[in-house]
């Protein structure tokens, strides 16, 4: 059961062959054994989790129960969840208990009656690309504990890997899903920008956050997606769109499909080692019956610029909220409301997050507005244009997920440009709001190597057909970290 996958545990559930409190009862013995040398929960309360279950079962019984009914889940801890702690990774919301569910969570819980095991660690407001920047302390990855999980959902990465969790959620604002389920050779999907609602999501960037599953296979995404998608009006940004079934392409052949390879992609700049495995996969998709298309865009080396001007300077504006007034952190001397502002935001904040919030304000002010933020949207425009017209030729485009393997924890801890860079394929994706997909594909060095596919605006269920096709040719996606028994 530890193994299966969603559609698996959701026959065995049917069948009685294991009801919900003992498959949740299964991954919390699990999590309370194999989490302190991980760290990818912060959050576990086995009371309220095992609640949910004997609901699960009973809806079971009833015969009012979904596919995924019982079925267990870890939710990333930016998502609000009434009665549980919701941090989001900082000191500032340490102790913050939300008093309601993000839409994403009553959709998952209440409608679909998944069980929630718990909330996942993650980078400090989103803002990190290995998962070090937490207040909680660094994910380790389950290949290898001395390295990164990718971040910032590198703890929902790391409670799939190692089977802490059948599946999670994630959020990806610049490859935050995609990156580190290429490091924890899991599958991971950034919906088009609107498809699920950002509604009790704590934002980072809101012109570019958007949540997404990830689990071990596209099946297993594409069952998940089903429940998460909707419209919500709640959320500004929420497309109104008619429902889908993500899952209803799945077997469709892949004869005739065309596949764009950006040269931007595979030229400097990527590992020998992971741009071989990536060619590799590429390769499988022309057994497969796809066809190869030289596409090109000529902006995207302006994305990881053009996204550390435009991320910052909304986090500056969302992260104002936190101020030591209403909720969260509050500094236990000050002399005035002044003093108060400023000692809770210096201590309750983490250094990734005032570095963003300095460049952002820095990018906002007076006389650097047009020259910095107008300027980034104006490349935001060119870089989402380039994809317009690739798409013109192809149907779905490929490349590496991340540059390189998972690093060692600290290696680029010093140097944030570095760091940033680990998003370099990921970025652009965000910047035009597009669908994107990362598939394990291979290991260098016996660790995980993620392809990264990118479909048209709303070309969910190609993508995840894509995916699966693949899927059911390897079986790259079905290998395990050693000692995940």
Known sequence: MIHASLKQLSQALAAK????VELSTLFLDRIERLNPQINALVTVDRERTLNAARAADARIAAGTAGPLTGIPIAQKDIFC?????????????????????ATVIR?????????????????????????ETSFFGPVRNPWDNARVPGGSSGGSAAAVAARLAPAATGTDTGGSIRQPAALCN?????????????????????????????????????????????????????LDRPQEDYARDLDKPLAGLRIGLPKEFFGEGCDAEVMAAVRAA??????????????????????????????????SSNLSRFDGVRYGYRAPE??????MYMKSRAQGFGAEVKRRILIGTYVLSHGYYDAYYLQAQRIRRLIANDFVEAFKSCDVIMGPTSPSTAFK??????????????????????????????????????????????????????LLNVAHRYQQATDWHQRRPAGIE
């Open 409 to 462: 924890l600290g290696e680029k801890a010093a140097d944030p440009v570095q760091m940033y860079l680990s998003d370099i394929y990921t970025i652009a994706v965000n910047l035009a709001g597009l669908p994107g997909m990362s598939v394990p594909c291979g290991f260098v060095g016996g660790l995980p190597v993620g392809l990264q596919l990118v479909g048209n605006y709303f070309a969910e269920a190609q």
């Open 17 to 20: 062959q294991i009801s919900s």
């Open 334 to 339: 000050y002399d005035s409301l002044d003093d």
């Open 107 to 131: 959709k998952m819980e209440a409608e679909a009656g998944l069980v929630s095991l718990g909330k996942t660690n993650m980078d400090e407001f989103a803002m990190g690309s290995s998962n």
């Open 186 to 238: 899991l599958t991971g999907l950034k919906p088009t920008y609107g498809v699920v609602s950002r509604y009790g999501m704590i934002a980072f960037a809101s012109s570019l956050d958007q949540a997404g599953p990830m689990a071990a296979s596209a099946e297993d995404c594409a069952l998940l997606l089903n429940t998460m998608a909707g419209f919500d009006e709640r959320d500004s940004t929420s």
């Open 81 to 101: 969840a009434e009665g549980w702690r919701t941090t989001c990774g900082s000191k500032m919301l340490a102790n913050f208990v939300s008093p309601y569910d």
């Open 282 to 315: 590429i390769a499988e998709y022309e057994k497969l019956g796809a066809q190869i298309v030289d596409v090109s865009l000529p902006n995207s080396h302006l994305s990881v610029p053009a996204y550390y001007v435009i991320a910052p300077a909304e986090a």
